[in-house]
């Protein structure tokens, strides 16, 4: 990859991210960490440094600020009701651009794609998202290509998933294409993910 420094993924936090858009990757890709060879290294960052508060009230202290962060290999992009407001922001947008520029893997949870979206990296692109945003991705950009079944889309240098369990998903396969398909079930079984929900 492009940076010249051992395997960094960074996750964006900031106030109204949802919980496990945030936590559910982490969780993955901290296990990989932990298992891997590669021994990537996961940080947390925000737009300051200082802490967020989450939709439903958790509070999160980042590792860094987005200044801070430095080079990394994947940029992970919760979503969550607090990406309207940075969807919206035009510094904030310039600044997903100039990480995409520098970030060879950009993936985003959930709503994060509209935040991608209105800054122009879905274009023409097939992406995903929570089941009930799909209006306001195409409103942000209609030539972005919606796939309201996929749990996640991989399009190369940028990757969407669905709504906030996706996440969880779509770590694993982050895992799998940056590793390998074997290390990706390891962390399955480590964090014993077999989804059979009881209702």
Request: hydrophobic share 45%; charged share 20%.
């Amino acid at each position: 990859m492009g940076t010249g420094s051992a395997l960094r993924v960074g996750i964006f936090v900031f106030d109204g991210a949802e919980e496990l858009d945030v936590v559910g990757p982490y969780d993955v890709l901290a296990a990989w960490a932990a298992l891997s060879a590669l021994r990537p290294e996961v940080v947390t960052f925000s737009a300051d440094g200082a802490g967020v508060r989450c939709a439903k009230g958790l509070c999160l202290v980042p590792d860094q600020s987005a200044a801070g962060v430095g080079p990394l290999h994947v940029l992970v992009y919760p979503g969550g009701r607090g990406t309207r407001p940075l969807a919206a922001d035009p510094d904030h947008l310039a600044w997903v651009r100039s990480m995409r520029a520098s970030t060879p893997l950009m993936a985003s949870v959930c709503t994060g794609s509209l935040v991608f979206a209105a800054a122009g990296l879905l274009s023409g692109r097939p992406a995903t998202t929570h089941w009930a945003a799909f209006d306001e991705l195409v409103g942000f950009d209609p030539s972005v290509l919606p796939d309201d079944e996929a749990r996640f889309v991989d399009d190369g240098d940028v990757v969407t998933s669905a709504g906030v369990s996706a996440g969880i998903d779509m770590a694993l396969h982050l895992v799998a294409r940056l590793e390998s398909p074997d290390a990706a079930r390891a962390v399955r079984r480590g964090i014993q993910y077999d989804p059979a929900p009881p209702v």
